[in-house]
C-alpha cells in the first residue's frame, strides 16, 4: 500500500471520527470515504481496532515530523526542541491536528492506543531535560501548550486568537528561558 492511499484512509477514518463518532467509523464507511474497496482497507487493517492503532501511528509520525521540521527551521546550535514542541502544537492547520481529534476520539475506546503518544512525550521530555536549566518550567511550558491544544481539539473555544497568539508567543518566550544553556 502506498503512503498516499494509507494517509487518505487514515484521513478518512479521523474525518468520519470527528464529523460523526467513533461507533460511525466502520471498515466500509472508511473504505468508502477513502475510495478504495473494503477487500484492499481490510488487507492492511483487518479490524477496526488495528485501524485505529494505525491512526495513532500516523498522528505520531506527523506530529514528531513538524517538531523535526520546527528544529530544521532552527540555526545550527541553537536548537530548541521545547521551542519546536510548542511552534508545531500551535500548527491548528496542520494534518497532524486534523488526524489528532480522530485519536483522541478513537482512544477513548481503548486507551491502551495512547502508547505510542505517551512514548514519544517520554523520549521527547528525557531528550530535552538534559539540556534546561529548569525542568519543572519546562513541563509547565510544554503542559500549558497541550491545554490549549486540547481545549481547541475538544472545541471549548474558551481563549479567542489574538490571546491565544500571545500566549503562545509567552509560552515561546518562557521555553527559551529554561532552553538557556
Known sequence: MSDDTKSRIFEAAAKIIKERTVDDMTLEEVAKEAGISKGGLLYHFPSKED????????????????????????PEGEK???TAYINAAFNFQSKAYEISQGVLAASLLSPGLLAPVQKRLSDFTSQYDQHLKDEDMANIV???????????????NTVPKAERDRIKEKLIQLAKEVEER
Request: charged letters at 30%; aromatic letters at 10%; a negative charge.
Open 142 to 156: 510544554r503542559l500549558a501548550a497541550d491545554g490549549l491544544w486540547l481545549e481547541d481539539i475538544l472545541e471549548l
Open 51 to 74: 485501524l485505529i492503532e494505525g491512526l495513532v501511528a500516523y498522528y505520531e509520525q506527523l506530529f514528531t515530523g513538524e517538531i523535526e521540521q520546527e528544529m530544521g527551521k532552527m
Open 80 to 82: 530548541r526542541p521545547l
